[in-house]
């Protein structure tokens, strides 16, 4: 019975010893992908948040304005005209009439309406009126902001906004991250991606909801969910 023990003993060791030797069990080294991160979906985020920083320069870009000239805004053609003769310079340089030369000037670089052309003025401001600053002040303090000037993220991608005095080109429907941001279905995700729920008939206002009033039991006791509700007799009024 000892020899067997002896012999258990011995064949253990001799195992144990070999494990040892070898290093131990062999086990997997391989890189473990974690499969709930979808690539396509991954890069569709970005894309995203690309789209919402553009949108915000754009939207910037779109807001501040192109100074006008201070030439017109300061009516030097009417100053000029009132001194009554035109001012030359040495006939050698090419400039023989100073009038003539800013109005080409304006012609060439101002030939806008006020405000940069974005404040509807028809046309370039007569050098020569006096109430163009005047004019300006008061269309810029009046101006109202619309809720156009703020698009979605699809509409940002299709338009081009900054029209003002000059359109930019090469944005718009060739934006390549509102492709990839929408092109989700590639990875299995499938359909768009959903708009933001806000559920604010829920929680919004009561003319939010539609005019209704919606009623929340929370272990037995009752809440108005919607501002400008108030609970009456076993109801939202």
């Known amino acids: 019975m000892r020899l067997v023990n002896g012999i258990k003993k011995s064949v253990l060791a001799s195992f144990l010893g070999a494990l040892m030797v070898m290093g131990g069990p062999a086990y997997s080294t391989g890189v473990v992908t974690d499969l709930a991160c979808d690539p396509v979906y991954m890069q569709s985020l970005k894309a995203r948040a690309a789209m919402e920083a553009q949108r915000e320069v754009m939207t910037n870009q779109r807001m501040i ?14 100053w000029l005209d009132v001194m009554g003769q035109s001012f030359t310079a040495d006939n050698q340089s090419g400039l023989t009439d100073t009038k003539q030369k800013a109005v080409d000037y304006l012609t060439a670089s101002f030939n806008h309406g006020l405000g940069g052309g974005s404040l509807g003025f028809a046309a370039a401001p007569n050098p020569s009126d006096c109430s163009n600053m005047d004019q300006l002040w008061m269309a810029a303090k ?11 993220l699809s509409q940002q991608g299709a ?9 930019c080109s090469g944005t718009g429907t060739v934006w390549a991250a509102l492709r990839i941001m929408n092109n989700i279905t590639a990875g299995g995700i499938g359909g ?28 037995g006791s009752t809440v108005c969910t919607n501002a400008g509700c108030n609970y009456d007799n076993g109801a939202c009024k």
């Open 159 to 167: 338009l081009e906004t900054r029209l003002f005095p000059r359109a």
């Open 142 to 152: 009046c101006k109202n902001l619309e809720v156009t000037d703020f698009l979605s």
């Open 192 to 219: 768009t991606r959903d708009p933001m729920n806000l559920f604010t008939s829920i929680v919004g206002t009561k003319s939010d909801a539609g005019g209704t009033c919606n009623k929340l039991v929370v272990a």
């Open 65 to 78: 304005w192109k100074p006008d000239s201070v030439l017109a805004l300061g009516c030097y053609k009417a």
